[in-house]
């Protein structure tokens, strides 16, 4: 796989930009807050609106569930959400996590070692995609000819266990720190997608090796979001009044930061509105994209 860097008169987005809060449609709001809650080891709080948030101790909600148990059921061949990617802040938060899942007996869709990450992949009730995951050290991320280099190679899961070895008590809760590390996307036409995410948000291409997909960040991160069109390519948007992405989080470092990329949202004719503290767009592939700057 290979790694691009994008023109240098380009506008780039700032490199403190990180992930915000995932906002998604269920089914079943009682059923999503015990996988949740129990499975995932995030704390629930209810919103005034009905719905749900869920985080961990002193941060932003990670995410927030929106339920109806009239939403058609997820359709894997639209765009929207392949997986939201909940970043622990380190390897024995990892095993922990994998402990949990095995307690509340729920499964693994599979397990990845990408070079630069360990990952743990499972669903939601409603079939939303997680990854659970842990970075290695940027220091430790392997390079050839300058180029970021991942790959998608087996976990082992009892090495991954040995890193409790003498650990008495099980983590009943993902630890502080944990956020949202990147959102991987369903979308229709790469191009298009690299056009907005790159060309008009300012993402810089970090890794486009995988066959259909593409991956972009701020600030050399391996990626912020991944783009792929592996079950969607020339779909439609997902339908209002459906299971799955309702939003994502976007998040500048800072005011100035934010008007910058508003300022070329402006530029480029995006649509957008105010909505959840922040100025919402949709990618091409009708996915919502909701701009703030922190705090």
């Given at each position: 796989m290979s790694s691009l860097r994008t023109h240098p008169d380009r506008a780039v987005i700032a490199p403190g930009t990180v992930m915000g809060t995932v906002r998604l449609g269920v089914s079943d709001l009682a059923r999503s807050r015990e996988f949740?809650?129990?499975?995932?080891?995030?704390?629930?709080?209810?919103?005034?609106?009905?719905?749900?948030?869920f985080g961990v101790a002193g941060e932003r909600a990670l995410l927030e569930l929106y339920a109806?148990?009239?939403?058609?059921?997820?359709?894997?061949?639209?765009?929207?959400l392949y997986h939201l990617a909940i970043l622990l802040p380190s390897r024995k938060d990892l095993a922990f996590a994998l402990v949990r899942l095995g307690e509340a007996r729920w499964p693994l869709d599979g397990a990845s070692d990408h070079l630069v990450s360990e990952a743990l992949y499972l669903s939601d009730p409603d079939g939303?995609?997680?990854?659970l995951y842990r970075d290695r050290p940027r220091e430790q991320w392997p390079r050839a000819n300058g180029a970021l280099k991942m790959s998608t190679l087996p976990l082992g899961l009892e090495g991954l266990l040995g890193e409790l070895a003498g650990e008495r008590e099980l983590q009943r809760e993902a630890p502080a720190t944990t956020r949202i590390g990147h959102v991987h996307l369903q979308v229709s036409d790469?191009?298009?997608a690299e056009e907005f995410y790159s060309g008009v948000l300012g993402f810089e291409v970090m890794v486009r090796g995988y066959p259909g997909a593409l991956f972009v960040s701020a600030g050399g991160y391996h990626h912020h979001l991944g783009l792929n069109t592996w079950q969607s390519a020339g779909a439609s948007a997902l339908e209002?009044?459906?299971?799955g992405l309702r939003s994502f989080e976007v998040v500048l470092p800072g005011h100035r930061e934010l008007e910058d990329v508003l300022e070329r949202v402006r530029n480029a004719?995006?649509?957008?509105?105010?909505?959840?503290g922040g100025t919402l767009i949709r990618d091409p592939s009708g996915n919502g994209v909701l701009l703030r700057a922190a705090g």
């Open positions: 949740y809650t129990r499975a995932v080891g995030l704390r629930p709080s209810e919103l005034d609106d009905g719905a749900l948030a109806d148990s009239t939403f058609k059921p997820l359709d894997r061949r639209t765009t929207g939303n995609g997680i990854e790469l191009r298009e209002p009044g459906s299971v004719a995006v649509a957008s509105e105010q909505a959840g």
